[in-house]
């Protein structure tokens, strides 16, 4: 087996399969910082693998082998552990290729740990606040059921830490997706791998991130087109604390022509909370601009550029905005 590797991480992680994307995925936050380059593990058509507590890292690369030459998420934990003289300090979450789970605690992890399990999901945790994270987890993962696996995880995630979390604090948390060709252009597996390492609140930072990525240009050309705009128009209908997600939210609509007045509400809301964003602005103008409301797309679009004087993107928009009255988007 590949040498052992060993970190004390108090953690709370899901582990899970998209059958119709072909998609496994990990999502985990913990109070050990850099907690995403030791837990999550993955690989495109054989599976996904947390592994946690006094982690044995070496889980991680020997798992996939496994799930790689078709063993099943138990067997795979069962071959790790037997072979393992501390596997009663491990915890470790399995999906393999089929979307079979499991979930192994070791008697020796620390209060409370736990994990649940069902098809295409494991979710564990270590020195939580109680039953109650797993529990929420698993709740927010299956009430999420249709939308697209990374954000199934990081409901999920927030739903755990909003259920207590971590019994120690929040530092770090972390995204890892896999799909055959998922990267960009096809060029790697890594669909999404995102890792916040030393934040205080590091879900929100995690979940602020992803939503950057997520933006339409990248999420409706990396997944089925109906599906995504499916998706983002029952996301426009939620509501959002955050000026960030109103404001990421409003520009995928605005790059999907979805919605656009909504897609309005949604930036002027944002826009509200953060008057000086000039970031914000310029999605309240190209929302504007779509709408055929072209003087004050201009007029946002020179407030932004104001803000921000050297943004060369900002002048470009404004230019076009200006220059294109009703023309090409």
Do not use: C
Not at 162 to 174: M, Y
Request: charged letters at 20%; glycine letters at 10%; a negative charge.
């Amino acid at each position: 087996m590949v040498a052992l590797l060993l970190a004390l991480l108090s953690t709370f992680s899901i582990v899970a399969n998209d059958p119709e994307t072909g998609e496994w995925g990990i999502a985990v936050a913990s109070k050990v910082p850099f907690v995403g380059q030791m837990v999550p593990w993955a690989k495109a058509d054989a599976g996904a693998i947390a592994t946690q507590a006094w982690a044995n890292l070496g889980y991680g690369p020997e798992g996939l082998r496994l799930l790689s030459e078709g063993m099943s998420a138990s067997d795979v934990i069962q071959t790790l552990t037997s072979a393992d003289s501390l596997a009663n300090q491990r915890q470790i979450g399995v999906v393999d290729s089929r979307g079979n789970s499991a979930s192994f605690t070791g008697t020796e992890t620390m209060f409370w740990a736990g994990g649940v399990t069902g098809q295409g999901y494991a979710i564990q945790g270590n020195i939580l606040t109680g039953p109650e994270v797993v529990a929420a987890m698993e709740r927010s993962f299956l009430s999420t059921d249709g939308e697209i696996l990374a954000y199934r995880l990081l409901e999920a995630l927030k739903a755990g830490e909003d259920a207590g979390g971590d019994s120690r604090g929040r530092q770090s948390a972390a995204i890892l997706v896999v799909r055959e060709n998922g990267g960009h252009q096809g060029s790697t597996d890594v669909l999404v791998d995102i890792q916040v390492s030393d934040n205080p609140e590091a879900v929100t930072e995690l979940r602020r991130l992803y939503f950057r990525w997520w933006e339409p240009l990248n999420m409706l050309a990396m997944h089925d087109g109906e599906r995504a705009r499916a998706i983002l128009s029952r996301m426009s209908a939620q509501e959002y604390d955050e000026a960030w997600m109103q404001n990421s939210v409003a520009w995928s609509m605005a790059m999907a022509d979805l919605d656009l007045e909504r897609a309005l509400a949604l930036a002027l809301e944002a826009s509200a909370s953060e008057p000086e964003d000039a970031n914000i602005m310029d999605t309240v103008a190209e929302v504007l601009y779509r709408l055929d409301r072209t003087d004050e797309a201009v007029q946002w679009g020179s407030r932004a550029l104001e803000l921000d004087p050297g943004n060369t993107y900002l002048l470009e928009q404004l230019t076009r905005f200006r220059g294109n009255p009703g023309g090409e988007r």
